[in-house]
Structure formats: C-alpha cells, structure tokens
C-alpha cells in the first residue's frame, strides 16, 4: 500500500505540476532579467510553491468540512478538473485553469517582471485547481504517520525537481528542445487523465452504489 500510493501521489503531482512544461514559460516570462535576478525569482517561485502546498495539505480538510463536501463528491469534481487539464495536455494547448484566460494573461504581460513569482508562475501554474485536487485528495489516504511521511516526500521531492529545473533555467533551457518538452507534454497529459478517471470512478462508486 505504501509504494502504491507513494507512485500514485507522485505521477499525479508530477504530471499536474512538471517542471519542464512549466520551464518554457518561466523562461519567457524572466527573459528581460539578468542570471542573478532569474534565479532569485526562481528561488522565490519555489518558496511561494512550498509554502501555498503546506497550506493547502493542512487546510484542504478543514475547507472541505466547512462547505459541508465529502471526500468522495471531491473526489470527483476534482478528477473532472484533472481531467480538462489533461486533455488540454495532451492536445498540446494551455488549460485556462493552469495558465489562466486570455484577460489574465494580457494582465501578466503588462505586469512588471519581478512580479511574477507568485502570479501567474505559483498560482495559477504551479498550485492551481488541479495541484489542489491531488494535495488534497492524498491528504485523504494518508494514513498515519508513514503515510504522511510519504505525503511530505512527495510535495518534496516534486519541488525539489521543481526548483533544480528553475534555478538552472537557462542552461537546462538551451538543452530542452521543442521536441523533448512537446513529447513530455503529452505523456504527461496522458498519465493525467488515467489517474483522473481513477479518481472519478473511485467517488461515483461511493456516491453512486449502483454503478459499482
């Protein structure tokens, strides 16, 4: 149960928030910046991101609970989001829930580049809806103390990656082609969708006995 649910948590996180998909627009969106201050948006992007998952792991429950949602209902409008975003990548366009709509972006093209740590690279990129189903969907099956120490591992270990491929941008960037970021986008895209149906037919088989 462990290992499973280790691959699990860690091919979805990684697929909803995958360094390398988001590093080309990271690199477009710091291009007028120096080395030095790439990195230190860089750094701050992955700080924002730590930050906005611990929050969402600890509060998801209690949000959850407040509205008066169960799990399994969750469960399912969340893996419908997991679902649009992975069809968007495996079609090989941006999901206006990840990347935001063309007013939201026409807004990020007017903003002053040092200020895109938090919006749009952290929210909505880095922790949107869908990094938010997973977080905290997972935080549902964590059971115990191991089963949050692989919680943890996981949001580490992912940006961890994430912040390798940031801070060396530049160089990982002249080395990444087209073609590399376009094949990864796809995989991605479809291992997305097949943990999203998962996650929708867990909750109609709770929600829904009769189908099961």
């Known amino acids: 149960m462990p290992d499973s649910f280790a691959v699990a948590m860690f091919g979805a996180l990684f697929a909803v928030m995958n360094p390398f998909v988001n590093l080309p627009i990271f690199l477009s969106l710091t291009e007028e910046l120096a080395p030095p201050a790439q990195r230190k948006t860089a750094l701050q992007v992955v700080v924002y991101t730590s930050i906005a998952c611990a929050i969402v792991a600890v509060a998801g429950s209690a949000i959850l609970d407040f509205f008066g949602i169960s799990v399994d209902a969750f469960r399912v409008a969340g893996g419908l989001v997991l679902l649009q975003i992975g069809f968007h990548m495996l079609n090989g366009n941006n999901s206006s829930a990840h990347h935001g709509t063309e007013h939201e972006q026409a807004a990020v093209a007017r903003a002053p580049v040092e200020s895109i740590a938090f919006y749009p690279m952290t929210f909505p990129m ?87």
């Not at 376009?182 to 037919?201: D, K, P, Q, S, Y």
Request: some cysteine.
């Open 126 to 212: 880095l922790v949107g809806p869908g990094t938010m189903t997973t977080l905290i969907l997972y935080a549902h099956q964590a059971n115990g103390a191991t089963g949050w120490a692989i919680y943890a591992a996981c949001v580490a270990l992912v940006v961890g990656l994430l912040a390798v491929v940031f801070l060396f941008a530049g160089n990982i960037g002249k080395h990444l082609s087209a073609t590399a970021r376009t094949i990864m986008t796809r995989l991605m895209g479809l291992i997305l969708i097949a943990i999203a149906i998962e996650m929708v037919a867990d909750g109609v088989k709770v929600l829904l006995p009769g189908f099961a």
